[in-house]
């Protein structure tokens, strides 16, 4: 009796831990669309006929150009990597993922130093062809949308690659054997095979690169395009209008439901199936001469443009004045970084597993459709999280302030929205999705008997959490950690809107000392993010092994 009563408030404790982390992550969403809802001073009007087209229009602009390139680039190189071998292609199936190490505003930072008029691509030109001005030859202008979109497309192709050669490792390579029996060639075989049984899986991928295009400022910022994450910037920082901003926020957070949905209903589509028993890996085919080497160089190209060139700038930058290594903000806001990043991807791993393992135990089928909307604090970019976050935390703190000054006659400021708790709650609701994909994945692979039994033994829930889930899905749960934490050293946008005064961290003292064009002050930053990213890098690779 006392077993079975000790359990059931186990079991009580386990669901109210799982609601409380549900609201929490959907808390800052509801929030972006209550304030729009009652704005104090409506400008919706005047946004629609002014701005707000061409905010919309640039930012579908980013997001068709960085889908179709990033798209054609990662499926090409995935269908090459996987179908062929050629020179250095072991080295480049790898190489092709270290463009998610680096953050997209360091890229487009590098980008402009390396290709802008005093950089040394043109002064090299110049002094080649005996050019003395700009209007003596034609080059491309570098900060405009063209140039957003080719500094996005680098930095996001490798979503499409890992996502469609996952999907090609999938399949049975008896189908492209009989293609080539067949007589078909190899363009045949890539447009009338391997790309149907790909094509969801690159339109997820896909989707997932508008949502990080949408989501972006360090690169439209830098490169002086106007979206709407841009927007929301300039409404609320130079107009004080929180109203204006949470309207243009929930434009935003529309497309993202829209491209969510579409990711959601790409999967409903794939439809490939096939005997375990009958299936045979796919055999790689030898390349020679002219187009052994076309693949090498096909495959080099996004890795030179998303990895070598802004890493390659960034190191050369650090070593020619290596005083900015020993500044004393970097190692503060090094400081900041790992204490901010390390709290909420312990945080968020935690509370991720409680609320799985909580929805699991409840076996509720009202419990488990809070798990999908959870999700949503990863589509929703950070610029739009900032809001959602700041406005009731800072009502908390107030109300918070005045009653401790009611109560005790001192004031203790503001608690959250004063230090770094409102940054760490905001990598919480940004990446608790991935903590939570983790989690469900690794626990849905436990066996319903081995719970079942430590129950039957008298075990509590949360010791069957202890000694059953914890050391089965503990590997899933660490890698869960680093790319958490790899993220959150790399968000930009939500911790520049939130962080204290005179608080730094890698992020946002790169794009400080970018933003005033000082490349050699942004460059020790830079790699030290780089570095983090590279970490993470190394865990997705050794799990698509």
């Known amino acids: 009796m006392l077993s ?5 408030i186990a079991s009580r404790w386990i669901l109210i831990i799982a609601l409380a982390v549900a609201f929490l992550v959907l808390l800052p969403i509801v929030s972006v669309f209550f304030i729009a809802s009652f704005p104090s001073e409506p400008i919706w009007g005047h946004l629609l006929s002014t701005v707000l087209p061409r905010y919309l229009q640039n930012t579908l602009i980013l997001m068709a150009g960085v889908a179709i390139f990033s798209a054609a680039i990662g499926t090409t190189a995935a269908w ?30 590098a980008l402009v130093d390396f290709l802008e008029y005093a950089g040394p691509v043109q002064t090299a030109l110049r002094t080649l062809f005996g050019w003395k001005l700009a209007n003596e030859y034609f080059f491309p202008e570098i900060r405009s949308t063209g140039g957003a979109v080719f500094a996005l497309t680098f930095a996001l192709y490798p979503y499409v690659f890992l996502i469609s050669r996952a999907a090609l490792n999938e399949q049975s390579g008896a189908m492209f054997e009989v293609s ?9 075989r890539f447009f009338k095979v391997g790309l149907p049984l790909i094509r969801p899986a690159a339109f997820a991928a896909s989707a997932i690169v ?21 927007g929301i910037f300039s409404i609320w920082l130079d107009s004080y209008n929180v109203g204006g901003a949470a309207q243009i926020a929930v434009l935003v957070l529309c497309i993202m439901f829209v491209l969510v949905a579409l990711e959601k209903f790409s999967r409903r589509k794939i439809k490939v199936f096939g005997s375990a028993k009958s299936t045979i890996p796919i055999s790689p085919i030898e390349l020679k001469g002219a187009a052994a080497w076309t693949a090498s160089a096909f495959c080099f190209i996004p890795f030179a443009f998303g990895f070598c060139l802004p890493g390659g700038v960034m190191l050369w930058h650090a070593i020619r004045k290596p005083e900015h290594w020993i500044e004393p903000g970097l190692a503060k806001a090094l400081g900041h970084t790992l204490f901010t990043g390390s709290i909420a991807a312990a945080l968020t791993v935690f509370a991720a597993t409680i ?10 089928i009202r419990l488990s459709a809070v798990m999908p909307a959870t999700m949503l604090g990863y589509a929703v970019p950070g610029v739009v999280l900032a809001i959602g976050v700041m406005i009731p935390l800072a009502a908390f703190d107030h109300l918070v302030a005045d009653s401790f000054l009611a109560v005790f006659g001192v004031d203790p400021g503001l608690l959250i929205t004063g230090s770094s708790l409102v940054i760490i709650f905001a990598y919480f609701v940004r990446f608790f999705a991935i903590a939570q994909n983790s989690a469900d994945a690794a626990m ?27 050391p089965m899905v503990k590997g899933s749960i660490l890698t869960a950690l680093s790319l958490v934490f790899v993220d959150c050293v790399k968000e930009l946008p939500a911790t520049l809107l939130l962080r204290p005064f005179n608080f730094d961290t890698l992020a946002t003292r790169v794009y400080e000392r970018a933003s005033l064009e000082n490349i050699g002050e942004a460059a020790p930053p830079a790699i030290l993010v780089t570095l983090v990213g590279c970490f993470g890098v190394a865990l997705l690779v050794r799990i698509n092994r």
Do not use: C, H
């Not at 360090?218 to 994450?229: E, H, P």
């Open 4 to 8: 079975s009563l000790i359990s059931s």
């Open 80 to 109: 090459l990597v996987t179908m062929y071998r050629f020179p250095f292609r072991k080295l480049l199936e790898w190489a092709l993922f270290l463009p998610l190490a680096i953050p997209a505003y360091v890229g487009a930072y």
């Open 180 to 188: 080539r029996a067949l007589g078909k060639g190899p363009l045949t």
């Open 210 to 230: 508008m949502m990080e295009t949408v989501s972006d400022f360090g690169v439209v910022d830098y490169f002086a395009v106007q979206t709407l994450t841009t």
């Open 355 to 364: 609320m799985v393992y909580g929805v699991r135990l409840a076996n509720d």
């Open 444 to 470: 849905g692979r436990i066996g319903p008997s081995l719970p079942a039994a430590a129950r039957t033994l008298g075990r509590s829930p949360a010791r069957t959490l202890r000694a059953v889930y914890i």
